[in-house]
């Protein structure tokens, strides 16, 4: 397999631990293990201070797929793998398909999703949203690039970049495409759990698709990317042993420190998840009057769910330009849409942590220049 440099973890990789400020991070404020390990309960903390660091169980510890599985309806412990989440991507598709395969991906995204499938062999046709819709993801569409070989639909919602999240009608026709046509669906949901209104999540795929896969994890919603902990969860048990088999040749198990701060994380995470969704909510209304007062220099679609926006820059200054300059000449990161080979015309805006409220005030002081 050949895959082409990813273009957002390289420019990640050269900016993030250099600049000062960051605007266009996707998680969400990483939690203290001091805080964190407040929240234990008795066994866990036994856990914790008993805790060896050998090897732990290849398919995930015990207790930690038991909380897993509770963060879906009808799906058990014996449903979830324990991986990191980037490995669950590559397991998962490399399980599913064979080259010469047709697959369907939401785009932009994260690129692995439909890299890896081109990387097989595979052709992959990119499913692009409606921006002037709010950036809706037509449903026709899908329905009409279905093939004999299709094998495979992947998604991502909410969506990275544009935070958007379909109604549950379109989610639903989705689904039924799917099931029509026997394809397989694998659907990243990372940002599940932080939707900004109440009643618009989505149920997981897993939990109502008999031939899909949902990946899931400790880094976004819970500020915990640093444990390197997620999961793919499917009711298919030969899939499943495909992919438990093909984990043998990736990490074979997983930090066991990270697991037990997991567990521990997912039976506290109804605290965690309202603490980060009072911050979200905070930082998109601060975001509204941003925009608002900069409409002459920015297009918003504010986002559904999770802690990313994908704004257009209307100046004729190209995004990776825009971005580059506000590296050099703010020390702020913005992340261009050129990483994510959609245009040159936006940038991903992360809103996810304690400190963007400054961070913006900042980020509005320098666009001074382009404000006349």
């Known amino acids: 397999m050949i895959l082409k440099p990813f273009k957002l973890e390289r420019y990640f990789a050269r900016y993030e631990f250099s600049a000062k400020y960051l605007l266009s991070s996707s998680d969400c404020d990483g939690i203290s293990q001091n805080e964190l390990l407040k929240l234990a309960d008795d066994e866990t903390r036994h856990l914790w201070d008993n805790l060896t660091l050998g090897y732990t169980e290849s398919l995930g510890h015990p207790l930690l797929r038991e909380e897993i599985s509770k963060l879906y309806q009808g799906i058990n412990s014996e449903d979830c793998l324990v991986i990191v989440p980037e490995e669950g ?8 398909l064979q080259k010469g395969g047709h697959v369907i991906c939401t785009f932009p995204g994260y690129q692995s999703l439909y890299e890896i499938a081109e990387g097989l062999g595979c052709e992959v046709t990119k499913w692009k949203p409606q921006e002037e819709n709010r950036w809706r993801f037509n449903t026709d569409f899908l329905e009409q690039q279905i093939r004999p070989d299709t094998r495979l639909i992947i998604v991502n919602f909410p969506h990275n970049p544009t935070g958007y999240l379909p109604t549950k009608d379109d989610y639903q026709k989705i689904l039924d495409i799917a099931r029509k046509h026997n394809i397989w669906l694998f659907s990243d949901e990372m940002y599940r759990c932080l939707e900004h209104s109440l009643g618009t999540r989505l149920p ?54 990270s697991e037990i701060l997991s567990i521990i994380a997912l039976r506290a995470k109804e605290k965690i998840i309202a603490s980060n969704l009072i911050r979200i909510k905070k930082n998109l209304n601060l975001l509204d009057d941003f925009f608002n007062d900069c409409k002459d220099l920015f297009e918003w679609v504010r986002p559904k769910a999770g802690t990313i926006g994908f704004p257009k820059l209307k100046a004729e200054t190209g995004t990776l330009e825009f971005c580059k300059k506000a590296i050099k000449e703010a020390n702020i990161m913005l992340l261009p849409s050129t990483v994510y080979d959609y245009g040159n015309k936006h940038f991903r805006l992360g809103f996810g942590r304690e400190n963007m409220p400054g961070v913006l005030e900042k980020f509005r002081e320098y666009l001074k220049q382009y404000i006349k």
Not at 211 to 222: H, I, T
Not at 223 to 251: E, P, S
């Open 204 to 257: 997981s795929a897993c939990e109502v698709y008999e031939k899909a896969v949902s990946l899931f994890g400790m880094s976004k919603v819970f500020g915990m990317a640093g444990t390197r902990i997620g999961w793919v969860v499917t009711r298919d048990r030969d899939l499943y042993a495909k992919m438990a088999a093909f984990k043998d040749y990736t990490t074979i198990c997983s930090s066991a420190s």
């Open 89 to 96: 991507i590559y397991i998962a598709i490399n399980s599913i």
